[in-house]
């Protein structure tokens, strides 16, 4: 079995042993490439343009031949067993019956399972799923590159998880496990310290806790991260969310809308919407009591 990383610094396994032969950068790249887009052929001489661009053409190819030849070298596929990599006249491809296990593919299949299904509506198993899926993602995708394919590629990967722990910190919030929602919020702000969202999450997710005072500490974050960076204000929902929580409107919190807002959401998606209000009447349910209790102490 074949493993490569492409996520952080690129890393080539066969058997759980690094593979010699992948140092030069122009076999990674060609490799890489091939694994990226792996659902189809591609032109050998537009690979070749690609990875020595500005090259002469009879410089293309050679050079073309000679990486080609260090990658077959490198992958050492015995006689007679299934190619990692296809190789016919004019195209190249990733062979898809291969036992090739890569990281980002792994990653990018859990992404798009659940591609229309709200982080409320997860089962457990798509929560696994995503949980160990996140864990791929190690660092940024192939890390210290810059090709113009790979940033492009990289920023997509990025949204992708950016999206997945959306989910989970969506689905954690819903079976009130707070505590590893809170987690993933931090992960989500460790890539983007300056996402409204996340910030707005943390706050909930802190009042959740009963932690009134580090949710507005999170606002003040928000701000200041806001404005440092971008040199705006927080935005009418995570204002009213902030308003909420100074009110101990926990109703108000769990829903995380003005009315006006609500009532938008209604109007534009409306079933994922009253799966995530269906959700949080369980949650409204658990805290009822704790509500009561607040009155009464107020009373007295």
Known sequence: MYEFSLFGRFEARRDNQLLNGFEARKVQELFC???????????????????WEGYPAASTKKNMRQTLWQLQSALDVPPH??????????????NPEAEVLIDTAVFEAAAYAVRDTSGYQLNSEQASTLHHAVTLYRADFLEGWYSDWCLHERERYHDLF??????????????????????????????????????????????????????????????????EALGVSPGQR???LYEYICNDDATA??????PAALTSELG?????????????????????????????????
């Open 33 to 51: 490439y091939l694994a990226t887009f792996r659902d189809r052929s591609h032109p050998r001489e537009a690979l070749a343009d690609m990875l």
């Open 162 to 227: 950016l999206m997945m722990l959306d989910k989970l910190i969506c689905y954690y919030e819903a079976k009130q496990e707070y505590e590893t929602a809170l987690y993933f919020c931090n992960r989500a702000l460790r890539e983007e310290y300056v996402r409204e969202r996340t910030h707005r999450q943390l706050m909930r997710l802190y009042y959740l806790l009963g932690d009134r005072t580090a949710a507005l500490r999170q606002f003040e974050r928000c701000k200041e991260a806001l404005e």
């Open 81 to 94: 067993a299934i190619p990692v990599v296809l190789v016919e006249s004019e195209f190249l491809s990733l």
């Open 268 to 300: 534009n998606d409306f079933p994922e919407l009253l799966s995530h209000l269906m959700e949080l009447k369980s949650a409204l349910d658990g805290m009822h009591w704790q509500a009561l209790r607040r009155f009464s102490q107020d009373a007295v």
């Open 238 to 240: 995570t204002c009213h």
């Open 253 to 258: 919190v769990l829903l995380d809308t003005s």
